[in-house]
C-alpha cells in the first residue's frame, strides 16, 4: 500500500508529522536551554551550584519517565492508531509547556515554584515519550521499503531543529528584553509562544490519515489487543526490545546529548562563555550538521543501518577527550599577559545584604578587552562581616567572549560533534520501525528509543555535571559517562546487531 | 562468532550486578560526604533518581546476557515475520 503513495503525499506525511514533533522537541528543549536561568527563578538565592543541579535534575526527571510515555501512548497508538494517540501528545506537550511559563517564582511561592514545575516537566516527558515513536511510525509506514531511511530521516532532523528553535527564539527574546529583562520575566516568553505553535500543529495534524498499515490491520480485525502483553510478555520479541536498547539505542542516545546538550552547558558552565557566545557557536553547528540527518539516512538505505550507526559511537569515544580539552585549554584567560590587554575598565561596587543577617557581599567587577578581540569579566566577590572583618572571595573569570578565529574553531568542533549525531540517528528511526511487527510496532520501538534517548542520552548533562563535582575530578571526569556507556553500545551492537533491512514491515 | 556472543553473555550477566553495587556503592559515599542538615547541599535525591533508573536497566543486561548465554541471539529474524 505505502509502495504506491505519490511522491507528493508522503511529503505531506513527512511535513505534517515533522512539524508536530519539531514543537514537541522545541517545548522539551527551551526548559534545559534555560537551565541556569530557570535555577535563579525556582531555588534560592544562595543555592549556588545545586540550584543548576537541582534544577538539571527536574529536567532529567522528563527525560526519565518518557519511557512510560512510551508504554502508555505506544500502547494506546497500537489500539486506536498513531494520529489520534500523537494528537493527545501534542496537546499535552503545548499546554503543560504553557504552564510552566505562567509558574510564579521561589520569592513568591516557596518550594512549590519547583515542585510545580517538576510536575509539568513530567507531563512534558509523557507526552514526548508517546510524540515520537508515533511519528517515526506514521512515516515509515507511509515510506517505500528502499527509500524508509531517507524518509524517516526527515523525522530525525526535528529533535535538533527544536533545539535549534529553542535556543534562536531565546537569543532573539533575550537580545530584543536585555539581559536583566529576561533575566526577571522574559525567559517566560518561549514557553508561553509554545501555545500558538501548538495550536498551528493540530490544525494540520487534524487533517491527516491514519496511517495505511494500520487501517489495513483495523479492517481485517488483527488489531493488537494487548500490545504491551505482546510486546514484553513475547520472549522472542523482547530479546529484540533488549538487543535493540544495549546494542543501539543506548549509545546513540549519550552521544546525542553529549554533542548538543553537554557541550552548550560544558562551555556556559565550565568554560564560562558569554550567555550569546555559547548559544551562537551552537546554532552554527546545528546549521551545518542537519543535513546530514537526511545524508546518512538515505545513505543507510543503501549500505544498511549497523555501521553507520556504529561509526558515529566509535567516533565519539575516540574523540571526546580532545575536542573538551581544547574547548578548555582555548577559554584559560588565566594567564593572559599584561601586553595583550587592550583595556580594563572597572564598572563600580556593588554591595547586597545577606538574608537574616548584618553581613553583606562586596562585588568589584572588571570588563577586560584583549586585542586579539576576545573580552571577559572579571569578578570578585567579597563577605563584609561585622564580626570577622572582611572575607575575600576567589576571582572569577566570566562572561568570556571569544575572538572570530576561536569562535569560528569552536564552531567547527561543535559541528564534528553534531555530525556523529546524525550518523547515530539518522538511520536509527528505520532501523526499530523494521525491528518490530506492525501491530506492537508503536510499543516495542518507543521504549528502546526513550529509555536510550530519555534516561541514558537524557541524564548526560545531570550525571556529567555530577561527577565532575566530585572531590578529585577534572572538568573533562564527567565525559568518562558518555564515553563509557557508547563503548559498550558499541561493541554489544558489533557483536549481535544484524546489519540487514527488513524490507517488508507490512506484517 | 556465536562463541563469542555466547562467551559474552556471561560478562553482561556478571556486568549487570557488578553495576548495580559500584552504583550503591558510590552512592552511599557521595551522600556521605554531604552535609546533611544543610537541605540544599544534600544529594540523597539525585542518586535515588540515579539508582531507581539504573538498577532495572543493569537487571535488563543481565536478562540480555542470559539470552545470549542461551544463543538467542545466534540467528536473528530475516524479517518480522519471525518474532
Redesign the interface.
Given at each position: 500500500m505505502s509502495e504506491t503513495l505519490p511522491r507528493n503525499n508522503i511529503f505531506k506525511v513527512i511535513g505534517a508529522s515533522s512539524l508536530g514533533t519539531l514543537i514537541e522537541w522545541y517545548d522539551f528543549y527551551i526548559f534545559g536551554s534555560l537551565a541556569v536561568i530557570i535555577g535563579h527563578q525556582l531555588?534560592?538565592e544562595d543555592?549556588?551550584a545545586?540550584?543548576l543541579?537541582n534544577t538539571l535534575?527536574i529536567f532529567?526527571?522528563g527525560f526519565?519517565v518518557r519511557p512510560f510515555g512510551a508504554l502508555v501512548f505506544g500502547r494506546l497508538g497500537d489500539l486506536i492508531g498513531r494520529k489520534y494517540t500523537f494528537l493527545l501528545t501534542l496537546v499535552l506537550m503545548g499546554g503543560s509547556t504553557f504552564c510552566i511559563g505562567l509558574i510564579p517564582s521561589y520569592k513568591s511561592i516557596g518550594y512549590a515554584a519547583p515542585i510545580l514545575v517538576l510536575l509539568l516537566r513530567l507531563i512534558q516527558g509523557l507526552a514526548l515519550g508517546g510524540e515520537y515513536g508515533g511519528a517515526a511510525t506514521y512515516v515509515a509506514e507511509h515510506a517505500p521499503h528502499n527509500k524508509r531511511g531517507f524518509f524517516t530521516s526527515w523525522i530525525q532532523t526535528t529533535a535538533t531543529l527544536g533545539l535549534f528553535l529553542s535556543l534562536g527564539i531565546i537569543v532573539i527574546t533575550k537580545n530584543i528584553l536585555g539581559a536583566e529583562t529576561f533575566g526577571n520575566w522574559g525567559w517566560r516568553i518561549p514557553f508561553l509562544l509554545s501555545i500558538v505553535l501548538v495550536v498551528v500543529s493540530i490544525y494540520i495534524r487534524m487533517k491527516m490519515h491514519e496511517s495505511p498499515l494500520f487501517s489495513k490491520l483495523k479492517a481485517e480485525g488483527n488489531v493488537s489487543k494487548n500490545p504491551l502483553k505482546e510486546s514484553f510478555n513475547?520472549?522472542?520479541?523482547f530479546?529484540?526490545v533488549?538487543?535493540a536498547?544495549?546494542g543501539a539505542t543506548m549509545g546513540q542516545g549519550v552521544i546525542w546529548y553529549t554533542g548538543q546538550f553537554y557541550a552548550q552547558s560544558f562551555l556556559e558552565n565550565t568554560c564560562k562563555l558569554d550567555f550569546n557566545d555559547s548559544r551562537y557557536i551552537l546554532l552554527w553547528g546545528i546549521a551545518f550538521a542537519t543535513p546530514f540527518f537526511v545524508v546518512f539516512g538515505a545513505w543507510s538505505d543503501k549500505v544498511g543501518r549497523k555501521w553507520i550507526m556504529l561509526s558515529g559511537m566509535l567516533l565519539g569515544i575516540l574523540f571526546y577527550r580532545p575536542i573538551y580539552q581544547i574547548f578548555l585549554d582555548d577559554t584559560d584567560y588565566t594567564k593572559i599577559e599584561q601586553a595583550d590587554i587592550l583595556s580594563a575598565a572597572p564598572a563600580p561596587i556593588t554591595s547586597v545584604l545577606i538574608a537574616n543577617s548584618t553581613d553583606s557581599l562586596r562585588t568589584a567587577s572588571t570588563k577586560v578587552m584583549l586585542k586579539n578581540g576576545a573580552s571577559f569579566n572579571r569578578v570578585q566577590t567579597d563577605t563584609v562581616s561585622a564580626t570577622k572583618g572582611i572575607l575575600l572571595g576567589k576571582e572569577i573569570i566570566k562572561d568570556k567572549v571569544l575572538p572570530a578565529s576561536v569562535f569560528w574553531k569552536f564552531v567547527g568542533l561543535i559541528f564534528f560533534q553534531i555530525l556523529l549525531v546524525t550518523m547515530v540517528y539518522g538511520p536509527i528511526a528505520a532501523f526499530l520501525v523494521?525491528?518490530?511487527?506492525?501491530k506492537i510496532r508503536y510499543t516495542s520501538m518507543s521504549l528502546p528509543y526513550h529509555?536510550g534517548n530519555g534516561?541514558f542520552g537524557g541524564?548526560v548533562p545531570?550525571?556529567a555535571t555530577?561527577i565532575a563535582s566530585?572531590?578529585g575530578a577534572t572538568p573533562l571526569s564527567g565525559l568518562w559517562y558518555p564515553i563509557g556507556i557508547a563503548a559498550l553500545s558499541l561493541l554489544?551492537g558489533a557483536?549481535?546487531?544484524?546489519n540487514?533491512k527488513?524490507?517488508?514491515?507490512n506484517? | 562468532?556465536n562463541t563469542?556472543?555466547k562467551f559474552?553473555g556471561l560478562v553482561?550477566m556478571v556486568l549487570g550486578p557488578l553495576t548495580m553495587a559500584f552504583l550503591f556503592i558510590q552512592a552511599i559515599d557521595?551522600v556521605g560526604?554531604t552535609h546533611t542538615d544543610i537541605e540544599?547541599?544534600n544529594?540523597i535525591?539525585?542518586w535515588a533518581?540515579?539508582l531507581f533508573?539504573f538498577l532495572p536497566?543493569s537487571l535488563?543486561?543481565m536478562?540480555?546476557g542470559f539470552?545470549?548465554w542461551k544463543g538467542?541471539?545466534n540467528h536473528?529474524?530475516?524479517?518480522?515475520?519471525?518474532?
Open positions: 531555588f534560592p543555592a549556588g545545586s540550584a543541579i535534575a532529567a526527571a526519565i513475547n520472549k522472542a520479541n530479546k529484540m533488549l538487543l536498547l544495549f523494521e525491528l518490530f511487527p506492525t529509555i534516561v541524564l545531570f550525571i555530577l566530585f572531590s554489544i557483536i549481535y546487531l544484524s540487514k527488513d524490507e517488508n514491515i506484517d | 562468532m563469542l556472543k559474552l553482561w557521595k560526604l540544599r547541599t544529594t535525591l539525585q533518581i540515579i533508573i536497566i535488563g543486561l536478562i540480555f539470552y545470549a538467542e541471539y536473528l529474524p530475516d524479517s518480522s515475520e519471525e518474532l
